[in-house]
C-alpha cells in the first residue's frame, strides 16, 4: 500500500470519529439544556437516555459481570464480549481485568485455574444487606444475663 492511499484511508476514518464525536457533544449539549430548562424537576433518566443513548444500561459494570459469569463466560475476553453483545456495556480489556480481580478479593468471584466463576459458598458476596445464616444459632448455648 502506498503512503497516499494509507493517508487517504486513515482521513476517512479520522473523519468519521470526528462524526461521531461531534453527535456526542450535540447530544450532551441537548442533555445540559434539558437540565437547564428543568431545574425545578428532577431529571427523567428515560428521556436523557433517549438523547444519549450510550447511557441506556444503568446495570453497574461490576454486576454485569456477575451476570456474564453466570452466563458462562470464563475469560476477560469472552466477559468483554458478553458485556457488549448483550448487555450493551462498553468497556475495555484492561477495566474488565482490573474488576474481575478486584472482584475475586472481595469475594465476588473466584478463579478456579481456568477461567473465573462465582464462588462455591454463594452466587452473591456477604456483605450489608445479606441475610444472616442463622442455621446454626440452635447450636450455641444459651447466654446468661448476670
Known sequence: MKIVEYLAQRKVVVEKEIA???DEINAIDAALSAIE???DKPLDLNSFTRMYPRMEHIMPIDDAIVEAVRSGTRTPAKILAFLSSELGIETTINSVRTRVSRMKNNGRLAHDG???ILPE???EPAG???PLDESSDDDRPEERVA
Open 37 to 39: 430548562t428543568k431545574q
Open 114 to 116: 481456568q477461567g473465573w
Open 121 to 123: 459458598s454463594d452466587d
Open 128 to 130: 450489608e444487606g445479606a
Open 20 to 22: 461521531a464525536l461531534c
